[in-house]
């Protein structure tokens, strides 16, 4: 039987092992998307990912005959459990090649490092929040991914499964055709509540325009998200590099912004054209021609992909909703775009679920976040 041996990263250059492996164990899966690199070394970095500072980490690297088979992530977010009073563990950016005791051993490691650290329970795939793709995927293998979505070969569910994983909660998207004739009931709830004065759409012809916004709506994620499974408050210095991270991806024309009469941001939608076969095309390189290829695919697209949204609590059930659908469809049929990716929607999100089951949406991809008691605490 071949040894398999797993090494903590401790150095850069195993550190650049455990970012570019996957490319090698998804050498020849179809639907494989890269990360946009730059972003992903950025995300080791505390000087750029402020969640390092607030929790504890470990890279696991797994080698079989020498060469290194498997991947992956331990993380104690420190401020959450203290927030929630848990002592849960999360494992992340876990690959492997479909070998079961590869697999069995480093989410073992995973498993006792957390465990060394008086954790009781760990959940994954998930990162430091939300923020990161979160679950493993278990169908509609047969569609691209989307940024920020994982992005796995089928076979990995069923070994999270087999190391005595459970279904801890699953993130559900949704396909949506896009109306060419805005429904009647949508269209007037829109007519009615553009007339309201205290209320005002804002759409956006160039980033320079939205950047005020981005910040203050981070806020108002802040405020909404709050109850959300394993969402993480963001602090003010996290907005501004978030801000600084997504504002040149945003496509104005499909941010969405509603203010009060104060212009505080009071509801918002931020949509993108699909990028991923740019991003697959460019080989997860910016540099030097592989913007072109993101562009260009952003251009030749027929699908929106949804990214982020919500209302503040006091106005829900008041059309805003309907307001940010309509306008979101009227640029997308500028476009020539015939669907939206509703990105990842929790399976208990019912009022979100019915949104998109109105408008005849149905769900074509699921991801599994798993969990799994530890014993030893």
């Not at 050498?27 to 000087?47: A, G, L, M, Q, T």
């Not at 927030?83 to 006792?112: G, I, Q």
């Not at 459970?166 to 553009?194: A, G, H, M």
Request: hydrophobic fraction near 35%; glycine fraction near 4%.
């Amino acid at each position: 039987m071949q040894k398999i041996k797993i090494k903590i990263v401790d150095t850069l250059k195993e550190q650049r092992i455990f970012i570019y492996l996957p490319e090698k164990i998804h050498e020849h899966h179809e639907n494989w998307v890269p990360p946009i690199y730059s972003d992903e070394r950025k995300f080791y970095d505390p000087k750029y990912n402020k969640s390092l500072l607030s929790s504890d980490t470990v890279l696991f690297l797994a080698y079989k005959n020498g060469k290194p088979v498997g991947r992956i992530m331990g993380i104690i977010n420190r401020k959450y459990n203290s927030l929630h009073n848990e002592k849960t563990a999360r494992f992340f950016n876990f690959d492997c090649y479909n070998d079961p005791e590869v697999s069995y051993s480093l989410l073992d490691a995973a498993e006792n490092w957390a465990v060394k650290k008086g954790m009781n329970k760990i959940i994954g795939p998930f990162g430091f929040s939300d923020k990161d793709p979160q679950g493993a995927q278990v169908e509609g293998f047969e569609n691209i991914p989307v940024i920020a979505t994982a992005t796995n070969l089928p076979y990995l569910p069923r070994l999270i499964e087999n190391s005595g994983y459970k279904k801890e909660t699953d993130c559900l998207v949704y396909k949506l055709p896009i109306p060419s004739q805005i429904p009647d009931i949508y269209q007037r709830v829109f007519d009615r509540v553009t007339r309201n004065k205290h209320i005002r759409l804002r759409e956006f012809t160039s980033r320079r325009q939205l950047k005020p916004y981005i910040v203050p709506v981070f806020r108002l994620v802040n405020e909404t998200y709050r109850s959300l499974f394993g969402f993480d408050e963001m602090n003010e210095d996290e907005m501004h590099e978030l801000a600084r991270k997504y504002l040149p991806m945003l496509d104005p024309e499909f941010t969405k912004v509603i203010t009060d009469q104060d212009n505080n941001p009071i509801a918002f939608v931020v949509a993108s054209p699909n990028i991923s076969k740019g991003i697959r095309k460019a080989k997860g390189k910016l540099f030097p021609l592989g913007f072109i290829h993101i562009l260009s695919s952003a251009k030749h697209t027929d699908q929106l992909d949804l990214f982020l949204g919500a209302v503040k609590e006091k106005y829900m059930n008041t059309g805003l909703t309907a307001l940010l659908g309509v306008s979101i469809f009227n640029s997308a049929n500028k476009r020539g775009l015939k669907y939206i990716d509703s990105h990842l929607i929790l399976e208990s999100n019912k009022p979100m679920r019915a949104v998109m089951e109105r408008l005849n949406a149905v769900i074509y991809k699921r991801y599994r976040v798993y969990s799994k008691l530890l014993i030893g605490v």
